[in-house]
């Protein structure tokens, strides 16, 4: 197995093997073989071949014949704490030999010797006794034989020392002694020497060794995951598209060059099509080949917050398939892809979509693994307009004066946008002190009324920009007039339009075929990154010709995507034009833009309030005045006559 020199952050230590490998690589042998390594702070261990003393771990391994080699291993405990790249620890060693590891030899020698020989003369404590010694000095680059040294009193023929054949030989720069000798004398002595001594031309060859190894330092395996929906929440039973981002940074001090992903796709959603993510690092696209993506049924992280609408799928991303990723400390790799909710149903409150990654430096290095911080989560809002609308006439004080009261209240499950409510005044009558009050019949002083003139009399308009849940918009105004009174008619409700709900949901999807504002167009550099398999399957899909070269194809993808944003400027400016040519008329009431809900002639009896509830997608009214259910179309009730 490969050694790693990577280790994971953690909270808690992990272990490691350190491993040492000691060869005798000369031709003799080495003694006193000694191995240490400094220990470094954030490593615990123990050894029982090993001595362990202020902070070194010692082997001492003693005697390795030529070529012989020893294995030394201690298993660890390291606790990463941080992300800053930490020391291994110096590793060296010691050794002697009692040859020269060069094999170095000596062909001829010339040997030169300097001896030289005294006496050493102390007086005793008895006077006229003097202590004598022999004293030869060896001051010569060899060992010496010492052969013969005679000593003798000056004037005399006794011999005090007669030395001959010294065992021991007396070695360079070393000294030779004779024992002590008394000798009595009036006067301080004086001798005579003769000195005879043979060089021995001997070599000796020694050898004393250090080794310091170049300290090794482990790399930090460190990475956030992030990932995200650009959407929080989707509305019931309509096609919707979210987009999914899930962005790894490299927060270490190693290189990730291998990377693992499982990802949850939740079962509101439709398998993604994987030709169309993509993968960037460091802002560029990253090859097909460097990746390898793969779906299965069912999701794999998420025990709880799933979806019931399916079972999901599980998206696997193994990168770095080619060879080393390289993602270097601060680089970033950023995946997305689009996912397609066909029908989301309201049982969806809180679906989670967690992922999670493993990656690695080396291919026998420690493997991290890292959840996404937080994992994205998406529910289904399920909303419907609802509302009550109607409108009462009641005579008031003195002739030819009536009271106008026009109802409407939003029982929908959102606050609406501009609402519009029609009436139109008799051409004979005029119309008076205009009130409209909301929620808490507070007076509304933002409701804007506008009017103009029609053959049937005056068209009256109350725009509200927002009527809230639940709250209840009464118009009240009078008439006065001398002309003709048409109780038909003047019970007639004009109707009401509305436009959206106001978007209180934070993160709302867009729907599947809406604009979604986005003028981006093709990057030819992107796109030149492609294999041209998957350059032509674009143009296949967009119908372009899949002919030529690469470069063809990307031209003609940027030169169609270029097309249709031409396009839709066009489209947009068209149908701006021919909506201003498009007026409401002001006799029913109806407005100008087809998207809004309308409400029309609900109406009811002066004499029962004239309130009438109905849905936005009733297909049948009830008759205010009897209460028989006619065809929404319906002009007058089929029972009664009474004119809706």
């Known amino acids: 197995q490969e050694s790693s020199l990577s280790v994971a952050q953690a909270d808690n230590a992990s272990s490691i093997s350190i491993e040492l490998e000691v060869e005798n690589v000369s031709e003799v042998e080495l003694n006193d073989v000694c191995v240490s390594r400094i220990i470094p702070a954030e490593l615990e261990l123990s050894a029982t071949d090993a001595e362990i003393e202020n902070g070194v771990l010692k082997w001492n391994i003693g005697s390795m014949n030529a070529g012989e080699s020893r294995s030394l291993s201690v298993d660890a405990n390291i606790l990463v704490s941080d992300v800053k790249p930490i020391k291994a620890g110096k590793t060296s060693a010691t050794y002697n030999s009692s040859a020269a590891l060069s094999s170095v030899n000596f062909k001829e020698l010339d040997a030169f010797c300097r001896g030289f020989s005294y006496m050493v003369v102390d007086e005793d404590e008895r006077p006229d006794n003097w202590k004598c010694q022999a004293v030869f000095e060896n001051r010569s680059s060899f060992a010496v034989d010492l052969v013969k040294l005679q000593v003798r009193m000056a004037d005399s023929d006794d011999m005090l020392f007669d030395i001959s054949d010294v065992e021991d030989d007396v070695l360079p720069d070393r000294s030779w002694e004779s024992e002590i000798k008394v000798v009595e004398a009036t006067e301080q002595p004086v001798f005579t020497n003769e000195l005879s001594y043979t060089v021995l031309p001997r070599v000796t060859h020694s050898t004393v060794g250090n080794i310091d190894l170049e300290e090794q330092v482990f790399q930090v395996l460190e990475a956030s995951v992030d990932k995200n929906y650009d959407a929080e929440v989707l509305r019931s039973y309509r096609e919707q598209i979210v987009g999914a981002t899930m ?89 997305t892809y689009s996912l397609t909710a066909p029908d989301p149903s309201p049982d969806n409150t809180d679906v989670a979509a967690p992922a999670k990654v493993e990656f690695s430096a080396e291919r026998f290095g420690p493997v991290c693994n890292r959840p996404s911080a937080t994992d994205p989560s998406i529910r289904v809002t399920h909303r419907r307009k609802k509302f009550k609308a109607g409108k009462s006439v009641m005579a008031a004080g003195g002739s030819g004066r009536f009271e106008i009261l026009i109802m409407f209240e939003n029982r929908s499950d959102t606050a609406l946008k501009d609402l519009l409510i029609h009436d139109v005044v008799p051409s004979s009558f ?99 990154k492609l ?36 396009d839709d400027v066009a489209d947009t400016a068209a149908d701006s034009d021919d909506q201003s040519d498009v007026e409401p008329e002001a006799d029913s009431g109806a407005d100008a833009d087809a998207s809004e809900d309308v409400v029309e002639d609900v109406a009811g009896e002066s004499s029962e309030g004239g309130e009438t509830e109905a849905d936005d997608n009733s297909d049948t009214r009830d008759c205010p005045a009897c209460g028989t259910s006619n065809s929404a179309s319906a002009g007058t009730c089929i029972t009664c006559g009474f004119a809706f």
């Open 247 to 335: 962005t790894i940074a490299n927060s270490g001090s190693s290189d990730i060059n291998l990377m693992r992903i499982t990802d949850d796709i939740p079962g509101l959603f439709n398998a993604p099509d994987l030709e169309a993510l993509r993968i960037h690092m460091n802002g560029k696209l990253l090859s097909a080949d460097q990746y390898r993506a793969e779906l299965k049924e069912g999701v794999s992280l998420e025990d709880f917050r799933r979806s019931p609408d399916g079972a999901g799928h599980t998206l696997t991303l193994t990168i770095g398939t080619k060879g080393p990723l390289g993602l270097k400390p601060g680089k970033a790799i950023e995946i």
């Open 430 to 528: 005029e119309m008076m002190d205009c009130t409209v009050r909301g929620a808490g019949r507070k007076e509304r002083s933002d409701v804007e009324m506008t009017s103009s003139d029609t053959d049937t009399g005056l068209s009256v308009q109350w725009h509200v920009p927002v009527i809230g849940k639940d709250e209840r918009l009464e118009v009240s105004y009078e008439i006065k007039g001398d002309g003709k009174f048409d109780a038909a008619e003047m019970q007639k409700f004009h109707g009401a339009t509305f436009g959206d709900e106001v978007e209180d949901e934070p993160g709302l999807a867009a729907v599947a075929g809406e604009d979604s504002g986005d003028d981006s167009t093709m990057d030819p550099a992107d796109l030149m």
């Open 531 to 566: 294999k041209k398999a998957e350059l032509v399957a674009l143009a296949e899909s967009a119908g372009l010709d899949t002919s030529g070269t690469k470069k063809d194809i990307v031209e003609r993808l940027c030169a169609t995507s270029e097309g249709d944003d031409t």
